[in-house]
Structure formats: structure tokens, C-alpha cells
Nanobody, 122 residues
């Protein structure tokens, strides 16, 4: 399985970015997907997860109401729309997939992408 995340960049506080993650090498449409982030000096943390059908989503409290995870199984792509960005959202963002939706909530995953840097300036 190969995951490639892109869409990061520099944005001012209050701005928006949309991250994308394209998967290849397995049946994407049957796998839960998640987004995670790691800020400098901190551990990797869960951001959002989406079930294989897109019918279930879950968010970290810190991003709830500001971030939206979605997926397009026809394009083997999962998205993270990030609005009202804050400086504390600055981190490297990773996408990942796992056989278990529940495991994603604990930042556990079988396969990880390479990460994309999001920097939010104040």
C-alpha cells in the first residue's frame, strides 16, 4: 500500500487549506482512513477518521467544527478540509489506513503516508 499526502503550505491564521491523500496498492474503497499530525517536539496525534463508506466520521476535539474529512472512493482519495486555522494547527500532517476504524482513533495504523507540512502564521 502506498499513500501520498499533499496540499500543505503556509497560511495565515483564520485561513483554510485542503489536504489530499491518494492511495494505491490495495482496495481503497474498503478501508478506513485517517488523518494525523505531529507538531515539533510532540507525539503524533489523531485528527480525523472516516469509515470505508464515508458514513462514519470522527474528529479530535481540538479540530471539531473546523476540519472536515471526506473521501472519494472512485478517485482513491481522502481529503481533509481545514478551516479557521490556528497557529497551534501547525504540524506535519499524515494520512494512514488500517483494517480497523477503531485503531485509527488511537493513532494506530498499518500504512502511513509521508506527511505534508502545514504552517499557520499568527
Amino acid at each position: 500500500v502506498q499513500l501520498q499526502a499533499f496540499g500543505g503550505g503556509l497560511v495565515q491564521a483564520g485561513g483554510s487549506l485542503r489536504l489530499s491523500c491518494t492511495a494505491s496498492g490495495r482496495t481503497f474503497s474498503s478501508a478506513p482512513m485517517g488523518w494525523f499530525r505531529q507538531a515539533p517536539g510532540k507525539e503524533r496525534e489523531f485528527v480525523a477518521a472516516i469509515s470505508w463508506s464515508g458514513g462514519s466520521t470522527d474528529y479530535a476535539d481540538s479540530v471539531k467544527g473546523r476540519f472536515t474529512i471526506s473521501r472519494d472512493n472512485a478517485k482513491n482519495t481522502v481529503y481533509l478540509q481545514m478551516n479557521s486555522l490556528k497557529p497551534e494547527d501547525t504540524a506535519v500532517y499524515y494520512c494512514a489506513t488500517d483494517r480497523s476504524y477503531a485503531r485509527l482513533r488511537f493513532a494506530l495504523a498499518d500504512y502511513w503516508g509521508q506527511g505534508t507540512l502545514v504552517t499557520v502564521s499568527s
